[in-house]
Nanobody, 116 residues
Framework: VQLQASGGGTVQAGGSLRLSCAVS????????MGWFRQAPGNEREFVAA????????SYADSVKGRFTISRDNAKDTVYLEMNSLKPEDTAVYYC??????????WGQGTLVTVSS
């Protein structure tokens, strides 16, 4: 399984970015997907998840109301729309495929930098 994350960059506080994660090597539509992030000096943390049925989504409290996770099964891609970005959102963002009860496959990460 390969995951390719893209869409990171530098944005001013209050701005928006849209991350994409293209998945290959598995039947994408059958798996839950997640986004995580890791800021310098911090542990990796959960950001958002979406079920193989897109009606299921969950978010970390820190991003609720600002971030939206979605997926396009026809394109084997999961997205993270990030609005009202804050400097504390600065991190490397990773997408992951969930198999069973754990996230077993990870992308390489894409850096998001939010300047104040």
């Amino acid at each position: 399984v390969q995951l390719q994350a893209s869409g990171g960059g530098t944005v001013q506080a209050g701005g928006s970015l849209r991350l994409s994660c293209a998945v290959s090597g598995r039947t994408f539509s059958r798996y839950d997907m997640g986004w995580f992030r890791q800021a310098p000096g911090n542990e990796r943390e959960f950001v958002a998840a979406i079920g193989w049925i897109s009606s299921f989504t969950s978010y970390a409290d820190s991003v609720k109301g600002r971030f939206t996770i979605s997926r396009d099964n026809a394109k084997d891609t999961v997205y993270l729309e990030m609005n009202s970005l804050k400097p504390e959102d600065t991190a490397v963002y990773y997408c992951a495929v969930k198999t069973g009860v754990s996230y077993a496959f990870w992308g390489q990460g894409t850096l998001v930098t939010v300047s104040s």
